[in-house]
């Protein structure tokens, strides 16, 4: 059987929680920056190996808490329908207003959508060339430019969006 360590099981364990409590947090109020989003989707795979070093290290106590505490088997349970709740598709909301606004962003030709981004035509046409992303005629979209390349078009967009220095 593998040993596991309470002694690093627990510190790693509080540790990513309060990373993934703080980027979580940020993320809710639209107030991340930098890298928190990905520090908080990549160091959610730490959390659940240490949530899991966590358990394994406690395993008896915990086994002990949860058949003995009707407590605990609520909580589970409530939380057990929380993540089966959270796979019903909602239609009711729809698609997010900036997905759809990136949408209608990248199907414009672009002489229409550089205006959006306070660009003139021209000026867009230089910032995608100078991102790697030439594109001489106005009438094409960003949408045509990236191929349906997803990694493509969030460049396109960005520079397309992105302020002049």
């Not at 990248?106 to 002489?111: D, I, N, T, V």
């Amino acid at each position: 059987m593998i040993k596991v360590s309470r002694e690093w099981a627990t510190p790693v364990t509080v540790g990513v929680f309060v990373v993934m409590a703080v980027t979580g947090l940020l993320m809710f109020f639209h107030l991340d920056m930098g890298l928190n989003k990905a520090a908080h989707e990549w160091l959610g795979w730490l959390m659940v190996a240490a949530v899991a070093a966590h358990g394994w290290a406690n395993w008896p106590s915990l086994r002990r808490h949860i058949t003995a505490s009707r407590r605990a088997q609520l909580v589970l349970g409530v939380s057990t329908v929380a993540l089966a709740a959270s796979f019903v598709v909602s239609g009711s909301d729809g698609p997010s207003p900036p997905l759809l606004a990136m949408q209608a962003i990248g199907r414009a030709p672009l002489k229409v959508a550089a205006p959006l981004a306070g660009k003139t035509l021209a000026q867009a046409q230089a910032d995608l060339a100078a991102a790697g992303l030439p594109m001489a005629d106005g009438d094409r979209s960003l949408q045509d430019l990236s191929g349906g390349d997803r990694r493509k078009m969030g460049l396109a967009v960005r520079t397309l969006l992105a302020s002049a220095p």
